[in-house]
């Protein structure tokens, strides 16, 4: 297998609608959920509220998920990754995001908004240790958007 076939693919447009919500929650971390129609291609962005509206910690809003999981069934989506917003820190997985992983295998985006550029990075998590993972923006033309 080549490196390109397993980066996973994220469409400009939605990678530009994560910047704008984690920019929009700062100094809060902000989270969401991305769906596909297979593990490796994002097609759907799906923010959700904070429960924890904390600077350090993230937990997706029940009702939220609730909603996005079925919006992800209704189009025939699975879920493709998980994103949060580091504000204030490095687009690194904290102990915090280790310990409190309740998605398994699916890949971790971490949004750093600590420099002038944001950051993203890709990450699998376990227990007590992380991995990184390769992705992909994808430029995309207007009319595929939303
Ligand atoms: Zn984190």
């Known amino acids: ?37 297979s593990a490796l291609r994002a097609s759907s962005h799906y923010p959700l509220r904070n429960e924890l509206a904390s600077e350090v910690r993230y937990l997706g809003h029940a009702q939220d998920m609730i909603e996005a999981v079925l919006t992800m069934r209704a189009r025939n989506e699975r879920l493709v990754a998980i994103y949060h917003s580091h504000p204030a820190s490095p687009a690194i997985p904290s102990r915090v995001d280790l310990e409190g992983n309740q998605y398994g295998p699916v890949p971790h985006l971490i949004v750093s908004l ?9 990450w699998r998590l376990e227990s007590t240790r992380f991995e990184e993972l390769r992705w992909r923006e994808v430029v995309e033309p207007e009319s595929s958007t939303q």
């Open 114 to 122: 600590a420099a002038p550029a944001p950051e993203i990075r890709a």
């Open 1 to 37: 297998m080549t490196p390109a076939q397993t980066d996973l693919l994220i469409p400009s447009s939605i990678v530009a609608a994560i910047l704008k919500h984690c920019r929009a929650e700062a100094p809060i971390e902000a989270c969401g959920l991305l769906g596909g129609p």
